[in-house]
């Protein structure tokens, strides 16, 4: 269906798919399976919900052993485990920044989604007023 799906990158997807949704959106076509493209889309937000759920978990936990291991190296006076700490820290920061990430896209994909809805119920109202012309 879209060449993009199969894109293994999840930043490269979420443009590549965004960026679809708005060029049919910008040359809007009345024709066009809007309904389609509406149960499409949402799909596909359902599908970044879950993994924006699953990165939450991971950041979250990761940030509470960040945490744990500071309060382990504040505890036990080894200044050793510094390194530790700075390791979690470090490695903490892209876990954020990837979730902010998916957060913005699903935030942005919603307003796409209700612009879909628009030309979707648009076009169902448009066939409905030729129906009833065909019927005078």
């Not at 999840?10 to 959106?25: D, G, P, S, V, W």
């Not at 991971?58 to 190296?73: D, G, H």
């Not at 390194?83 to 796409?112: C, M, T």
Request: with cysteine; glycine share 2%; charged share 20%.
């Amino acid at each position: 269906m879209k060449g993009y799906l199969f894109d293994k990158n999840m930043n490269a997807y979420l443009k590549k798919h965004e960026t679809h949704i708005r060029t049919l959106i910008e040359n809007y076509d009345p024709a066009y399976d809007w309904e389609e493209l509406y149960r499409f889309h949402n799909q596909q937000i359902k599908y970044l919900q879950h993994e924006r759920l699953i990165h939450l978990l991971v950041t979250l936990a990761f940030a509470i052993m960040s945490l744990l291991t500071v309060f382990f190296t504040l505890y036990s006076k080894n200044t050793g485990f510094i390194i530790v700490d700075a390791l979690f820290f470090i490695l903490l920061i892209p876990y954020i920044i990837h979730y902010f990430k998916l957060e913005n896209s699903v935030q942005g994909w919603y307003r796409l989604a209700n612009q879909i809805y628009v030309f979707k119920t648009k076009k169902i109202k448009e066939g409905a007023c030729q129906d009833e012309k065909n019927r005078v």
